[in-house]
């Protein structure tokens, strides 16, 4: 079967190569799926670069270690060479052994795993507590997408910093798919949303969709910008850029108001003035979904399934899609994930 591998560390989409690889057998607690569809998504490429790894590789519980965990006591994070892909939807082929493993053949179930096991393949391994089955009214286009941006987007408006009606949040890198679903859920919940976005252009494609404020770097000084819209400032930030753009709209919080750091796309740390967080008593947290997931309950992880399920299928967490690639044009459809001024996600046909 064709595999999506990379052998090291690299961001250089011409490291990863579609190889032959055996077909994998599952073992007890595991389900082999036969893949249908996969999203490309920023994580992916944290994957590919090994930023995931080198964060990891600096926080206190690793200190001297040779590799890193996740969180202290856990299993050694993955090093390549392995297979790409944290998401996708397929069929489930072959249990390993076990109840649920039994109950899963044979349905169509939206699965996140992540290398070593990755989705970027025609099949893959997975705990069978990771793969969930999806309801028939969803495609394939928004079943691949279930887990990591709709269910992000659902914990953090509504459970982590549970924004209430009348509100004020500001997002940084406004245009991505995420950020589309925390506008959706700012009009059910009631809540005010302004968009900062990069480019000029990406601002005109925000003002023809759903987006009621939005800031432009290009063109406009973004607290001038937010003084303008809510003088006081902002209840609340998501900031997936940081860099410069983190470190200046931490500065739009209102008193006592709340910023999470949730991505890194630009690469670049926050400069943290301690006195621009202590005079407002504002707070600036992190945010992984696989660490809020792993301090849930199964029973609290499945009513959050639920419920994201619900949410895609009524469109509020549903993605855009802007091209689909076969796996053999994996470099083409990497090229394109990465290109500025995308519409919607970069998908892989796996069929
Ligand atoms: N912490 C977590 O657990 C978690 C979970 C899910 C997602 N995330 C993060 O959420 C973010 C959005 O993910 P997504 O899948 O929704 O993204 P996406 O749909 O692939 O879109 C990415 C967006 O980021 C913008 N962008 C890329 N590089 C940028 C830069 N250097 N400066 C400013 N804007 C930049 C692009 O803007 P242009 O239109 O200008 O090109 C594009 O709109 C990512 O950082 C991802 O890692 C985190």
């Not at 270690?65 to 489930?92: C, R």
């Not at 390993?96 to 053949?105: E, I, P, T, V």
Request: charged share 20%; proline share 7%.
């Amino acid at each position: 079967m064709k595999s999506a591998i990379i052998d090291s560390f690299s961001d250089d989409i011409s490291s990863v190569e579609v190889r032959d690889v055996p077909a994998p057998k599952p073992v007890a607690g595991q389900v082999r799926v036969r893949m249908t569809m996969a999203p490309v998504n920023p994580s992916d490429f944290n994957y590919m670069d090994g930023i995931y790894s080198r964060s990891f590789a600096r926080m206190i519980w690793n200190h001297g270690a040779e590799h890193p965990t996740e969180s202290p006591g856990s299993d050694l994070f993955p090093a390549p060479p392995y297979a790409l892909g944290v998401e996708g939807v397929g069929v489930v082929e072959e249990s390993g052994g076990g109840f649920l493993g039994k109950r899963l053949l044979g349905k169509r179930v939206a699965v996140v795993s992540g290398p070593p096991h990755g989705t970027w393949q025609e099949q893959t391994l997975i705990d069978a507590r990771r793969a969930f089955p999806v309801p028939r009214s969803l495609s394939d286009a928004q079943a691949c997408s279930f887990f990591v941006n709709p269910l992000t987007a659902l914990v953090l408006v509504r459970h982590l910093l549970q924004v209430p009606r009348g509100a004020v949040l500001l997002q940084t890198a406004a245009g991505s798919a995420l950020s589309q679903m925390v506008r959706n859920l700012a009009r059910a919940d009631g809540f005010r949303v302004i968009d900062v976005v990069r480019s000029r252009a990406g601002a005109e494609r925000l003002k023809q969709g759903n987006s009621q404020y939005v800031v432009a770097l290009e063109n406009d000084d973004i607290l001038e910008a937010v003084h303008r819209i809510a003088p006081g400032g902002v209840d609340y930030v998501l900031d997936c850029v940081g860099g410069a753009t983190g470190s200046t709209v931490l500065r739009a919080l209102a008193p006592r108001g709340r910023m999470v750091c949730y991505g890194t796309l630009s690469r670049e740390p926050i400069s943290l003035p301690p006195r621009d967080i202590m005079m407002p008593m504002t707070s600036i947290e992190g945010f992984y979904l696989a660490a809020y997931l792993a301090r849930r309950t199964l029973f609290q992880r499945i009513g959050l399934v639920r419920k994201t399920a619900k949410l895609i299928e009524s469109g509020v967490l549903g993605t855009s899609v802007e091209q689909t690639y076969r796996l053999d044009d994996l470099h083409a459809a990497l090229e394109h994930a990465r290109r500025p001024g995308r519409s919607g996600k970069v998908l892989l046909d796996l069929s």
